[in-house]
């Protein structure tokens, strides 16, 4: 593996006394669902005083031709290439107490290195804890409040009915490898997964960062502002429901996943025994129910869309 630190480049005029005790990562994974991690970088950033700490090489570890970076083309020639980055901020919360923001999309090289180029910038920094954020689709709906699981490098810490029911294997996010790679070295991770419905994925949906935004508060001792974002969400939440009213086979869709949605409350609650957990087969059962759920809803989508 090369040098991590050579990874990473600070600002120049970066106080080198600075220290943080929670750090922030709100980058990429498979799908920022409902663009709550992308709008909750912009609450915070928008709310509260803040700093560029440093950046990664991009060129080092993004994938371009898969992800393909939008440009501007005006009549006769290119312009505006829109660079994506990956960037280390520090910002103060309401309290004046400082904490890092790690966002930018998920890197798809070099995972290893840049997990090991976190950790330096987490001993740097002095942080005692780091929090992922992340949104992701599920078959939940817009009428209950959004539910966030957690993960983390060491278990014990987590809340009870905080974690899914389940073992199994599964295709890696970079987040994921972080996790493994911070709790391997001894550092405090918590994972938070906002469950957005499925059906909102596509759209900016506040809802899903304000979810995360509450649980970052709940599991951190940072004040930060919910401020526009709650009033939002609630006018956003008031534009679906009036949607759905004008379309029966969406009144539908939102009634069954109600119904899943108060079960998996009610597993959530109950205590967890081996002969509960699923086994592959029927995980794989499982999740096959649910793309076709996913099918199924985006067609339904097309005829009452809130875009």
């Known amino acids: 593996m090369q040098d991590p630190s050579t990874l990473f480049s600070y600002e120049r005029a970066l ?86 923001l790690l966002s930018g999309p998920e890197p798809s090289l070099q995972w290893e290195r840049f997990a090991a180029a976190v950790a330096r910038i987490i001993e740097r920094f002095g942080v005692q804890q780091t929090i992922i954020a992340q949104g992701f689709p599920a078959p939940m709906p817009h009428t209950k409040p959004i539910l966030v699981t957690m993960f983390g490098s060491d278990p014990t810490r987590l809340p009870l009915g905080s974690a899914m029911a389940a073992t199994f294997q599964m295709s890696a996010s970079f987040t994921a490898l972080l996790t493994l790679r911070l709790g391997e070295l001894g550092h405090d991770v918590i994972g938070l997964s906002a469950h957005v419905p499925h059906y909102l994925a596509g759209m900016e949906y506040p809802s899903g960062a304000l979810a995360l935004l509450r649980s970052i508060i709940e599991n951190t001792e940072l004040a930060l502002p919910v401020g526009e974002l709650s009033t939002t969400s609630a006018t956003v939440d008031t534009e679906i429901t009036r949607t759905v009213s004008e379309h029966t086979e969406l ?17 959530r609650a109950l205590p967890v025994r081996p002969e509960d957990i699923p086994t592959a087969d029927e995980l794989g059962a499982q999740f096959e129910n649910f793309l076709r759920s996913l099918e199924g809803g985006s067609k339904e989508s097309d005829g009452g869309s809130t875009r």
């Open 251 to 267: 009144q539908d869709l939102i009634e069954q996943l109600e119904a899943q949605y108060e079960t998996m409350l009610h597993e």
């Open 15 to 100: 106080d080198l006394s600075l220290n943080a005790h929670t750090l922030v990562i709100t980058l990429g994974g498979y799908i920022d669902a409902g663009h709550a991690q992308r709008m909750l970088d912009e609450h915070l950033l928008e709310s509260l005083p803040n700093r560029l700490v440093g950046r990664f090489d991009i060129d080092q570890v993004f994938d371009y031709a898969g992800h393909r970076p939008q440009i501007v083309f005006d009549r006769d020639h290119f312009e505006s290439f829109h660079s994506p980055e990956i960037t280390l901020r520090m910002l103060e919360d309401a309290s004046g107490k400082p904490f890092l």
